[in-house]
């Protein structure tokens, strides 16, 4: 049974080819649909468009839906093209002519934008804590090697004295700047779609405030027909957010399988946790770091994905869109799924002492006796020609390193500044769950 259905039976491959994946998908978003409904129901016997005890009824049968979902239990049957349907269906069944009035005043439209909306601000909310539990330990893992030297590179080739305080403390400020990206996301998501019905509202009194607040969004989505055009829109930021962590776990990814080479050496992981070859016996690789690699450029391609499946769209809701689940939703598993594998890696990793002591790296101490000159008067351009003739005719020997006192250098990290900006930063987030709306809107149950 279609909630469409009008007597003429739908022909089963269409229904099938357009239902899509959303059976499997639409399970990401069932607890978030019963809350949706719950906030819903409770709007729909505050304005008299249902009684009380119609409202007691519903709510109570809701809950029982969130329940067996929390259980495993609640599955989208073959009959239902997607997670409200089967919800109406169910609710229909504990309740007969009562439950026919669930979908009153609202649109399937309306109705999965806000369950997109709840799902999408609990994976942010999420994938916060896995920022802050990254961020945390590569920043200790900053204060712990931070006199550990490391050749810095630029256009791969060895260019200044770096250290693995600079290296892991620098990655910990790019999920700083991420979380920037997944605040904005935030935001923009934090808007009621809800009440905005097909994409042009209802002549129904519903109280859309009343929704909004019982939901814990910011404020309202006004204009119905910008709640369909945020359909993709606010995906768009949702993914350019999940790129930029993604940016981050690549870049530092690459880095790690660089250093772990055999050229370079920097650092290893213990026998566990590399890979080998089925026919060179000597291979130690790091699979884990490919594949985060792979999998984050991956993910850097969705905003151009949701771009393209955006463009050409007419206003108003187009079937196009149901697509852009499982982008989003898929995005937010990958990052999760490798941040968790980084920290498992990061908890064993091991760090090689001495590396600069090496005569390979003599020449990136050069600017170093550049600046000894330049503290001893020698203006800067003439300091910089003599010792490139020392080095072109090798006679360049070495010089100790001077202390570095500026903030962000190896010398003056400010690990502890940064973990005030990352702090201010992650106050946003704030995760109600699932099951504690639940118990808010069962509240509203008045027997
Ligand atoms: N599965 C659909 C989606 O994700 C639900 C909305 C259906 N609305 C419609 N007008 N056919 O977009």
Redesign the pocket.
């Known amino acids: 049974m279609k909630l469409?259905e009008k007597g003429i039976n739908p022909e089963p491959a269409i229904i099938e080819f357009?239902?899509g994946k959303?059976r499997e998908t639409?399970l990401a978003l069932t607890k978030w649909d019963i809350i949706g409904s719950m906030a819903h129901v409770i709007m729909l016997q505050d304005v008299g468009l249902i009684s009380e005890d119609e409202k007691n009824g519903m709510l109570k049968a809701l809950h029982s839906l969130f329940v067996l979902d929390e259980e495993g239990r609640l599955l989208i049957e073959k009959d239902s093209?997607?997670i409200?349907s089967q919800i109406e269906k169910e609710i229909s069944t504990i309740l007969g002519t009562t439950g026919k009035k669930i979908h009153t005043g609202r649109?399937?439209?309306d109705?999965?934008l806000v369950d997109?909306r709840l799902f999408t601000r609990d994976e942010i909310d999420k994938l916060s804590v896995m920022v802050r539990r990254l961020f945390t330990r590569l920043q200790s893992l900053s204060e712990q090697y931070k006199e550990v030297l490391l050749p810095g590179y630029t256009h791969m080739q060895p260019a200044m004295v770096s250290s693995f305080g600079l290296w892991f403390g620098g990655y910990a400020e790019c999920l700083a700047d991420d979380v920037v990206m997944l605040n904005a996301a935030r935001t923009l998501n934090n808007q009621n779609p809800l009440g905005t019905a097909?994409g042009y509202g209802t002549t129904l009194p519903i109280n859309r405030q009343l929704t909004s607040d019982l939901l814990e969004f910011d404020n309202l989505l006004y204009n119905s027909s910008y709640a369909s055009l945020s359909?993709g829109k606010i995906e768009m930021a949702v993914a350019a957010a999940l790129a930029s962590v993604a940016q981050t776990l690549s870049r530092f990814s690459m880095d790690i399988c660089i250093y772990m080479s055999a050229e370079f050496r920097f650092i290893d992981f213990p026998d566990e946790y590399v890979t080998g070859s089925s026919i060179m016996p000597q291979k130690r690789n790091p699979d884990v770091f490919e594949l985060i690699r792979a999998r984050s450029n991956v993910i850097q391609t969705l905003p151009i994905q949701i771009a393209n499946l955006n463009s050409n769209l007419m206003s108003g809701?187009n079937?196009d869109?149901?697509l852009?689940?499982q982008l989003v939703f898929n995005g937010f598993s990958e990052v999760e799924e490798c941040i968790e594998i980084m920290l498992l890696m990061l908890n064993n990793i091991k760090v090689k002492k001495n590396i600069t002591e090496n005569p390979l790296y003599n020449t990136i101490f050069s600017t170093e006796e550049v600046n000894r000159l330049v503290r001893q008067g020698m203006p800067f351009r003439d300091a910089y020609k003599a010792v490139a003739a020392m080095v072109k005719n090798s006679s360049f020997s070495r010089t100790s390193l001077s202390d570095y006192v500026h903030e962000g250098s190896i010398g003056n990290l400010c690990n502890k500044e940064i973990a005030e900006i990352f702090g201010e930063r992650m106050k946003y987030f704030k995760n109600t769950t699932a099951a504690e709306f639940a118990d808010k809107m069962m509240r509203h149950v008045t027997e």
Request: glycine letters at 0%.
């Open positions: 469409w357009t239902a959303d639409d093209e997607d409200h649109s399937r439209n109705q999965v997109i097909a359909r809701y079937r869109l149901q852009l689940k």
